[in-house]
């Protein structure tokens, strides 16, 4: 039997006013994340090359996305969503790493992965950190190897992330501009998205600032399935 439930917690509100952005600078890639989260044919060859281009080309100048209040989000979701610290973490979509620092502070080790090389590129070098170069669709990494599956500002593959974690680990989905991210699935579509594939899932969702999270948590005892 699958079991599924999402808790909403309090929200941390936002100390400045949010900066408004133009909907078509977020609901195109809106659409993307929700084609690639629920159906089969939402990623492929044309797509991925598109998006590694993308991200390429918006590497040098992804620095200055960084700082404290983007961070806050993540910071929210592991402590307020229950995540136990230890263990591996693998960081989907790591990019230059900006979000990386509270992770490597929390696990024992950190896998972060990119399909972009020029941001892997661009990343600082920090003991317990791996960097890895891969499509997040088909991930480097054994069977039910991973505690904590962390998205932030980053696409949801919901097979591959359930072949990755283990019984009773946490999938992190974290937009650091809620619903005004352009990668972004709201919280009850992360979960529509992950229970299926997690064979039953509890979360809890909360906003922090500017952004928004969900945190999904497999259930102890659901035997990893292992789809390819
Ligand atoms: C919006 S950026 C977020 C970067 C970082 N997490 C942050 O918040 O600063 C999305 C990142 O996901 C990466 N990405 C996109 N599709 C991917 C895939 N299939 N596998 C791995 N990384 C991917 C991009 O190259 C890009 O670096």
């Not at 599924?4 to 977020?26: H, I, K, M, N, W």
């Not at 263990?87 to 950190?110: M, N």
Request: with cysteine; charged share 20%; hydrophobic share 40%.
């Amino acid at each position: 039997m699958t079991t599924t439930g999402l808790v909403p917690l309090p929200p941390r509100p936002p100390t400045s006013p949010r900066p408004e952005r133009a909907p078509d600078a977020y609901l195109p890639m809106q659409q993307v994340t929700e084609q690639i989260a629920f159906l089969p044919d939402g990623w492929d060859a044309e797509r991925r090359q598109k998006v590694r281009e993308l991200f390429d080309g918006l590497a040098p100048e992804w620095h200055t996305r960084g700082g404290p209040d983007r961070v806050a989000p993540t910071v929210d979701a592991l402590e307020r969503g229950g995540v136990p610290a230890g263990g591996v973490a693998l960081e989907i979509g790591s990019g230059t790493g900006l979000q990386t620092p509270p992770l490597a502070e929390r696990f024992d080790y950190v896998v972060s992965v990119d399909l972009a090389a020029a941001m892997l590129a661009l990343a600082e070098r920090r003991t317990g950190v791996g960097l890895v170069r891969a499509d997040a669709s088909r991930l480097p990494v054994g069977p039910a190897s991973a505690d904590v599956v962390v998205c932030v500002n980053a696409f949801l593959f919901p097979d591959e992330y359930a072949r990755v974690l283990r019984p009773g680990g946490r999938v992190v989905f974290v937009s650091t501009s809620g619903d005004q991210t352009p990668i972004y699935l709201a919280p009850e579509k992360v979960v529509a998205a992950l229970a299926p594939a997690l064979g039953g899932a509890h979360a809890v969702t909360s906003k922090c600032g500017h952004g928004s999270w969900t945190v999904v948590a497999r259930a102890e005892h659901g035997a990893p399935d292992c789809p390819r």
